[in-house]
T-cell receptor, first 111, second 115 residues
């Protein structure tokens, strides 16, 4: 099945550093979502984006809906240990009523 | 309000057997979607049910099926299990109407191991 290209695949960073990750698609989406998944749990929604160019923040997280509607970006500022997990982007078109997920970015934070 | 409840959390089955997983959505949500998560293929869409009707289906063989009851609870069934069916099966519920999808809430999943 289709997966969106997400990079980087994994990151090791120090506490307090900023993190950037992105997601690209060959298809256009009208909604972009970012999820975080902890081990053994389901994904939890972090941020939802609904129109091209939109920039939305949720605490230390900021995400952007790319202007081409084929990409999205997530930034985490001043990382803390509880940011550890796997981050997924997901695209949604509405007509297909399904989420297409990215390949995931595994984030590890060292003290 | 209570979240999405999936049962059982863990399951071990033998090749060739069949399995049924259950998902109870958030109260008032009428849409339930199922996803398979594996290390190799990531999160893949299985199917979506809305008001007891399958509204969309992913690219999985016919061994994978589902249904939704009048109270919106959903079950998925996998027949003739194969080793490759070992995965975390996630369900997500939403109101199912409107174009905004932020209402997708995932359950904790059922970890299926086929031996």
């Amino acid at each position: 099945g289709q997966q969106l290209n997400q990079s980087p695949q994994s990151m090791f960073i120090q506490e307090g550093e900023d993190v950037s990750m992105n997601c690209t698609s060959s298809s256009i989406f009208n909604t972009w979502l970012w999820y975080k998944q902890d081990p053994g749990e389901g994904p939890v929604l972090l941020i939802a984006l609904y129109k091209a160019g939109e920039l939305t923040s949720n605490g230390r997280l900021t995400a952007q809906f790319g202007t081409t509607r084929k990409d999205s970006f997530l930034n985490i500022s001043a990382s803390i240990p509880s940011d550890v997990g796997i981050y997924f982007c997901a695209g949604y078109t509405g007509t297909a009523s399904k989420l297409t997920f990215g390949t995931g970015t595994r984030l590890q934070v060292t003290l | 309000k209570a979240g999405v409840t999936q049962t059982p959390r863990y399951l071990i089955k033998t090749r060739g057997q069949q399995v049924t997983l259950s998902c109870s959505p958030i109260s008032g949500h009428r849409s339930v979607s199922w996803y398979q998560q594996t290390p190799g293929q990531g999160l893949q869409f299985l199917f979506e049910y809305f008001s007891e009707t399958q509204r969309n289906k992913g690219n999985f063989p016919g061994r994978f099926s589902g249904r939704q009851f009048s109270n919106s609870r959903s079950e998925m069934n996998v027949s003739t299990l194969e080793l490759g069916d070992s995965a975390l099966y996630l369900c997500a519920s939403s109101s199912g109407t409107g174009s905004r999808v932020s209402g997708y809430t995932f359950g904790s999943g059922t970890r299926l191991t086929v031996v």
